[in-house]
């Protein structure tokens, strides 16, 4: 009877183990733990960040490091885990991070204080800032040569509030058209709609290497804005954004950053300036 009772004790307490462990879960954790899917919301066009390859599956330097993230869930919570891909848009993917469509937003977005009233970021993994894509001999060599032209701008970006305030700044007349994407915005100057694009630096440079004629365009006039880029997460969500922060963690600290940057950025000849060096040093953060 004496031996009974402790491995009595012993097997109530193991029982009650893992329905508490799942109990204490909470948020996107708890969430994805229930379905054994994480949502990953990916853009089609923000080359090389996130976009679609030649058979129509997500790939590029954010959705490298969101595998970084999954990996670490699927480690936190003991179990494989599917992924379910969500196109998203510059209008749509805060809206679907807010609303909890998706869990984690891979592609090119801006970390600034007005969108964290909304969701959250994790560490910055690259920083850029907006320019202009003109074709080359347009006599276009910065904002203040746009008057009486044309300029396309992506809905719902820092690019369309920089330019907009720019061009009110100097008093021109200038024609915008807005564009879903940057795909759309690349074919409205490839067609001649528009005499300019404007977006980040980096991805005018993304897209100028998918065209068929990249010989034709160029980027020019100085920075716009700055823009640091974070993979975003929900907000007020503590326990999932830890994870996350300790994933990227390990890929700064470890110096596997560098390789997959190589990947996406050296085919471009854009390498890692000063600052992002900085960032990523400065979220190596000890475990």
């Given at each position: ?24 879960l ?29 058979n ?27 992924i ?7 209008k ?34 690259f920083?850029?800032g ?6 080359k ?11 009486d ?76 804005s ?15 954004e ?11 600290r ?15 000849g ?18």
């Open positions: 009877m004496k031996l009974l009772k402790p491995l009595l004790a012993t097997a109530v307490a193991l029982s009650l183990a893992a329905p508490l462990a799942a109990q204490d909470t948020g996107t954790l708890a969430k994805i733990d229930e379905s054994g899917e994480i949502v990953i919301g990916h853009r089609e066009s923000s080359v090389p960040f996130a976009y679609l390859d030649d129509q599956k997500p790939v590029g330097y954010s959705l490298d490091l969101c595998m970084k993230v999954v990996d670490a869930v699927s480690a936190e919570l003991g179990k494989e885990l599917s379910k891909y969500v196109p998203v848009n510059p749509t993917r805060i809206a679907l991070m807010a609303n909890g469509t998706i869990d984690l937003e891979c592609g090119s977005t801006t970390n600034n204080l007005t969108r964290q009233e909304q969701v959250e970021y994790l560490p910055t993994t920083i850029t907006t320019k202009l894509m003109v074709r001999g347009s006599g276009i060599n910065s904002v203040a040569d746009l008057d032209k044309a300029v396309a701008l992506a809905q719902g970006t820092t690019n369309e509030r920089a330019v907009k305030a720019a061009i009110e700044e100097l008093g021109l007349d200038v024609k915008v058209l807005p564009v879903r994407d940057h795909a759309e915005g690349m074919l409205s100057l490839e067609t001649d709609r528009v005499d300019v694009y404007a977006t980040d630096h980096i991805l005018l440079f993304g897209l100028i290497a998918k065209s068929k004629t990249p010989d034709e365009f160029e980027v020019v006039g100085d920075f716009l700055f823009d640091p880029y974070a993979l975003m997460v929900r907000r007020d969500d503590s326990a999932f830890l994870i996350g922060k300790k994933a990227l963690a390990d890929v700064f470890s110096g596997e950053i560098n390789d997959i940057y190589a990947k996406w950025f050296d085919p471009l854009v390498g890692q300036t000063d600052l992002l060096k900085a960032a990523f040093q400065l979220n190596a953060l000890p475990n």
